[in-house]
């Protein structure tokens, strides 16, 4: 069954410095998301992407946060300037159709992100 | 707003016995309403939807209960087994196909 993958698996990054995650949506879906999971708390919805560009963004997705798909496989996260309170668990998911007709989103293994 | 609230938050079930999980949830043009769970360190993993046309889903020991009138859906996990044990999200589909989770259920299957 094909799978949502990321890389790297665990990212331990100082304060203040950039940090990139990585994701390979299931080939032929064509929704992206990243979501957050700080410790021992709710998953919670950062971003969405359709047709290279965003389609909804939470109210953490400030303009620290940036999304891109460079090529036809990726879809990345970048964190301008880390600080502590980023530290989390990041899933990406995708799924194949969207625009409300309710289809499962399919969530990879997730990026722990330690900032120190 | 869009919103879900999910109980209990921690449940343990003797092994065998049956678990049920409820959240309830405030807009009422959610339409799909996904169940998750979650192992320790892994991913959130689809275990069973439903859609808001039909009042009861189920898949092998598993099954989901939707009541859109009232606004809440349950998970009832039936002969409980050791690798029961792990945190479920209840969830919806939001506007713009944003998931909104609840807070999670630790379920621990006792020996």
């Known amino acids: 069954e094909p799978e949502v993958t990321q890389t790297p698996s665990h990212q331990v990054t100082q304060m203040g410095q950039e940090v990139i995650l990585r994701c390979v949506p299931i080939?032929?879906?064509?929704?992206f998301y990243w979501y957050r999971q700080i410790l021992g708390q709710k998953v919670e919805f950062l971003v969405s992407f359709y047709n290279n560009e965003i389609s909804e963004k939470s109210e953490i997705f400030d303009d620290q946060f940036s999304v891109e798909r460079p090529d036809g496989s990726n879809f990345t996260l970048k964190i301008r300037s880390t600080k502590l309170e980023d530290s989390a668990m990041y899933f990406c998911a995708s799924s194949a159709y969207a625009g409300g007709l309710n289809q499962p989103q399919h969530f990879g293994d997730g990026t722990r992100l330690s900032i120190l | 707003g869009e919103n879900v609230e999910q109980h209990p938050s921690t449940l343990s079930v003797q092994e065998g016995d049956s678990a049920v999980i409820k959240c309830t949830y405030s807009?009422?043009?959610?339409?799909?309403f996904p169940w998750y769970k979650q192992e320790l360190g892994k991913r959130p993993q689809l275990i069973i939807d439903i859609r808001s046309n039909v009042g009861e889903k189920k898949d092998q020991r598993i099954a989901v209960t939707l009541n859109k009138t009232a606004k809440h859906f349950s998970l009832h996990i039936t002969e409980t087994q050791p690798e029961d044990s792990a945190v479920y999200f209840c969830a919806l589909m939001g506007r713009d196909d944003k998931i909104i989770f609840g807070k999670g259920t630790r379920l621990h299957i006792l020996p």
């Open positions: 807009d009422s043009a959610s339409n799909y």
């Open positions: 080939s032929n879906h064509l929704y």
